[in-house]
């Protein structure tokens, strides 16, 4: 139940093109849901995060789709640069605990074709 | 931008020797995590620190590890006898509300 499901594991997308990456979890307590974005021999670093109050945030060319009766979530990468190209894992946690451990996702390897 | 900062980037040690990772959060923070990271597979919790106890730990999180809080600043993972499947990065993170901001890591070689 502490799980987060997390696909595709590798995309490929076309400069300009929109990313899309999805994650589904099970336990109905957690309350934050992070992305975070990994390049190689680097820590993870937090691109967005969405409570579950509302059902889509966004910042920029990243926004988050949120939907809670299907306890899934998305990132969604408009205008995609060959920038983007990293390792972006989804994560959850309940932060109504204080300590909230993050739970991530899989990860997905994106490539940005120029 | 205040940042978490970690010591050594890389380890190489052989098995059954001890190793402390060491990690400076950032300054406001009050809450403190480990993290680790096999080669090619997901971000895992060991272990959140908080009013400078455990607040949770992993089952990877066994009698092997232990961690401190020895000053104001730094925050150490120890391993007391490295196992060849402790190779991994290691990622301490911090956090003051809901972010939690994660350090560059460091690389263990267990030889």
């Known amino acids: 139940q502490q799980q987060v499901k997390q696909s595709p594991q590798s995309l490929i997308v076309q400069k300009g093109g929109i990313s899309i990456i999805n994650c589904a979890y099970e336990?109905?307590?957690?309350?934050?849901f992070p992305w975070y974005q990994q390049f190689p021999g680097k820590g993870p670093a937090l691109l967005i995060a969405?409570?579950?109050?509302?059902s889509e945030k966004k910042e920029g060319r990243f926004t988050i789709s949120f939907n809670k009766s299907a306890k899934q979530f998305s990132l969604h990468i408009m205008d995609s640069q060959p920038g983007d190209s990293a390792t972006y894992f989804c994560a959850a946690s309940q932060v109504s605990g204080g300590y909230n451990k993050l739970i991530f996702g899989a990860g997905t390897r994106l490539a940005v074709h120029p | 931008e205040p940042e978490v900062t970690q010591t050594p980037s890389h380890q190489v040690t052989q098995m059954g020797q001890e190793v402390i990772l060491r990690c400076v959060p950032i300054s406001n923070h009050l809450y403190f995590y480990w993290y680790r990271q096999i080669l090619g597979q997901k971000v895992e919790f060991l272990v959140s620190f908080y009013n400078n106890e455990i607040s949770e730990k992993s089952e990877i999180f066994d009698d092997q590890f232990s961690v401190e809080r020895p000053d104001g600043s730094n925050f150490t993972l120890k391993i007391r006898s490295t196992k060849l499947e402790d190779s991994a990065m290691y990622f301490c993170a911090s956090k003051a509300v809901d972010e939690q901001f994660f350090g560059p890591g460091t690389r263990l070689t267990v030889l």
């Open positions: 969405i409570r579950p109050d509302v």
């Open positions: 336990n109905t307590a957690f309350d934050y």
